[in-house]
């Protein structure tokens, strides 16, 4: 049997682990987006407390990796009598690294709006939350989904990391399914290729975002 006719044979092994990798990322940026703008605007905030708290937040989520607190929260939380369930772990963690490094890229999408945008939100009358809602942060938005997009990648490939805590994902079942047949070689490879294209195609509506919004910016 030819390594393709082994392949298809494996893909629908492998195929309910990607669609749990798929949905363990979208959770992760569903989330996490959102926690990256509020942590972003947080530390722009002229409240000192708000301000700490968020620093605080960002620079363990970017300091520690991912895997540590996965480790952090699957086997650590219990010790403090509260138990969560493997894919609820996974996302929670993944979802504080992806808020903490989209909070740096937000800040940045922000910081780049030009300061004649908000001369002229006040001009018209804008002031404070209703310029910032109506002017600053769309440019802000548009400026910093290229490189959120290149984030929503490198979390669909860290989403790999919930394996440890026995998330039923692609890396998981590729293990079990290499267990069984010991072709971990085959399977393995087929795992890769199973990411990469997932990550090329994704790379690809990267570029294209990037063309489109370049025209406007």
Do not use: N
Not at 107 to 123: C, D, H, N, S, Y
Not at 138 to 162: E, G, H, K
Not at 179 to 190: A, G, I, P, R
Not at 208 to 216: F, N, P, Q, T, V
Request: charged residues 10%.
């Amino acid at each position: 049997m030819s390594f393709l006719a082994q392949w298809a044979d494996w893909l629908p092994d492998l195929a309910p682990g990607l669609l749990t990798s798929v949905q363990l990322t979208a959770l992760c940026l569903l989330f996490g987006m959102p926690l990256g703008l509020l942590l972003a605007l947080m530390i722009e905030s002229s409240v000192l407390p708000l301000r700490w708290v968020a620093f605080l937040a960002v620079e363990v989520g970017r300091g520690a990796p991912a895997l540590v607190l996965l480790y952090l929260f699957y086997f650590g939380l219990p010790e403090g009598g509260l138990t969560l369930a493997a894919f609820t772990t996974a996302v929670i963690s993944l979802s504080w690294t992806t808020g903490a490094y989209a909070s740096e890229l937000f800040r940045a999408g922000l910081a780049a709006v030009p300061r004649g945008q908000k001369e002229a939100a006040l001009t018209t009358g804008l002031r404070g939350w209703s310029g910032f809602r109506h002017i600053v942060l769309p440019q802000a938005l548009r400026i910093s989904t290229p490189p959120l997009a290149s984030l929503a990648v490198t979390i669909f490939q860290a989403s790999s990391l919930a394996f440890v805590v026995s998330v039923p994902e692609l890396m998981s079942k590729a293990y079990a399914l290499s267990s069984l047949t010991f072709q971990y070689l085959s399977v393995f490879c087929l795992t890769a290729t199973l990411y990469a294209a997932i990550t090329l195609v994704a790379l690809g509506f990267v570029r294209i975002a990037e063309r489109r919004l370049s025209r406007h910016l």
